[in-house]
């Protein structure tokens, strides 16, 4: 099983990035799919969410409006378009799978988010 994110980098404020999770190794479209950030010295917060049936999705309030998450099933991935970003979207960006039919989780190693003049 492989969660592998890329896209990003740094970014001058109110600028944007798109980030992309391929999977690899599991069934993809029965997963839910999230992406996660932590900023240093912070916990692990969940960003947004997409849901494997009817592909609903859920954002954490300070990201609405502003953030994008979408699936493509038939390439297995999953993308985080992220447009305005502050300097507070700074952190680690990880991809995460869940099912809730066979409660397994995986993990990407996570990409980088750096937003600064």
């Known amino acids: 099983v492989q969660l592998v994110e890329s896209g990003g980098g740094l970014v001058q404020p109110g600028g944007s990035l798109r980030l992309s999770c391929a999977a690899s190794?599991?069934?993809?479209?029965?997963?839910?799919m999230n992406w996660y950030r932590q900023a240093p010295g912070k916990g692990r917060e969940l960003v947004a969410r997409?849901?494997?049936?009817?592909?609903?999705?859920n954002y954490a309030d300070s990201v609405k409006g502003r953030f994008t998450i979408s699936r493509d099933n038939a390439k297995n991935t999953v993308y985080l378009q992220m447009n305005s970003l502050k300097p507070e979207d700074t952190a680690v960006y990880y991809c995460?799978?869940?099912?809730?039919?066979?409660?397994?989780?995986?993990w990407g190693q996570g990409t980088q988010v750096t937003v600064s003049s």
């Open positions: 995460n799978a869940n099912s809730g039919a066979t409660l397994r989780v995986y």
């Open positions: 190794g599991f069934s993809f479209s029965s997963y839910d």
């Open positions: 997409i849901t494997s049936i009817g592909g609903r999705t």
